[in-house]
C-alpha cells in the first residue's frame, strides 16, 4: 500500500531563508507526482508536476526533484516570502492505480515572518 | 481560461439527509475526480469519472455516489448523513491520465 510522508510537519522561517521540503513514498512504482500548496480553507493550487522518467521540474523560484529509485521527492522554495506561508502537499499517482488517483501526505505547514 | 468550480461552497445538514454536490471541470477537460479532506484522514480520493463512466474507485461506503453528464460536469451524492461526513470536499479536473491536475476551491459540508 503507498504511503506518502512529508517532512517536517511544520516550518517557521525569516523572510529570505531558502528552503526545502521533503516528501518521501514507498512503492517507487509512480506515473508522477504533484507538489500543491494549499492557503487556510481554500482549494488546492498546483505548482509542479515531475513526470516519473524526469528528474526536476522548476517553476520561478520553486524547483521540485524526483528520486524515484529512493521514493524521495524535494521542493527547494528560494529566497521565502510571507506570500508563500500556506500547507505544501505532495501527492504521487500509481501505475496501478488508473494514473489519476492522487494519495496525499499529510502537508508541510510553512509560516515564513517579515 | 475558467478554472474549475464547485457549488455550492458551504452547506450545513442534518444527520439522516442527503446532499449533492457539483463540479464543472475546466473546459476541455474529461476527467474529473473527488476528494474528501478532514483534519484527521487528510486528503482521500473518492473516484474518478471520464467520459460519463466511473474510472476509479477509493475505500468509500456506497453512501458515497458520483455521476458525470455528457458536458463532463460531475455531481457527487451522499446518501444518509453521518457527522463523520462533515469535510471539505473537493474535485479535480485533468485532460487525461497521469496529467496535471486542477482543482476547484471544494464545498464545505457541515452536518449536524
Known amino acids: 500500500k503507498q504511503e506518502v510522508t512529508q517532512i517536517p510537519a511544520a516550518l517557521s522561517v525569516p523572510e529570505g531563508e531558502n528552503l526545502v521540503l521533503n516528501c518521501s513514498f514507498t512503492?517507487?512504482?509512480?506515473?508522477?507526482l504533484q507538489w500543491f500548496r494549499q492557503d487556510p480553507g481554500k482549494g488546492l493550487t498546483s505548482l509542479l508536476l515531475i513526470q516519473s522518467s524526469q528528474r526536476e521540474q522548476t517553476s520561478g523560484r520553486l524547483n521540485a526533484s524526483l528520486d524515484k529509485s529512493s521514493g524521495r521527492s524535494t521542493l527547494y522554495i528560494a529566497a521565502s516570502q510571507p506570500g508563500d506561508s500556506a500547507t505544501y502537499l505532495c501527492?504521487?499517482?500509481?501505475?496501478?492505480?488508473?494514473?489519476?488517483?492522487?494519495?496525499f501526505g499529510a502537508g508541510t505547514r510553512l509560516a515564513v515572518h517579515p | 481560461k475558467a478554472g474549475v468550480t464547485q457549488t455550492p461552497r458551504y452547506l450545513i445538514k442534518t444527520r439522516g439527509q442527503q446532499v449533492t454536490l457539483s463540479c464543472s471541470p475546466i473546459s476541455g477537460h474529461r476527467s474529473v475526480s473527488w476528494y474528501q479532506q478532514t483534519p484527521g484522514q487528510g486528503l482521500q480520493f473518492l473516484f474518478e469519472y471520464f467520459s460519463e463512466t466511473q474510472r476509479n474507485k477509493g475505500n468509500f461506503p456506497g453512501r458515497f455516489s458520483g455521476r458525470q453528464f455528457s458536458n463532463s460536469r460531475s455531481e457527487m451524492n451522499v446518501s444518509t448523513l453521518e457527522l463523520g461526513d462533515s469535510a471539505l470536499y473537493l474535485c479535480?479536473?485533468?485532460?487525461?491520465?497521469?496529467?496535471?491536475?486542477?482543482f476547484g476551491p471544494g464545498t464545505r459540508l457541515t452536518v449536524t
Open positions: 512503492d517507487s512504482a509512480i506515473y508522477n
Open positions: 479535480a479536473s485533468s485532460g487525461d491520465r497521469g496529467y496535471e491536475q486542477y
Open positions: 501527492a504521487v499517482s500509481l501505475l496501478s492505480g488508473g494514473y489519476n488517483k492522487l494519495i
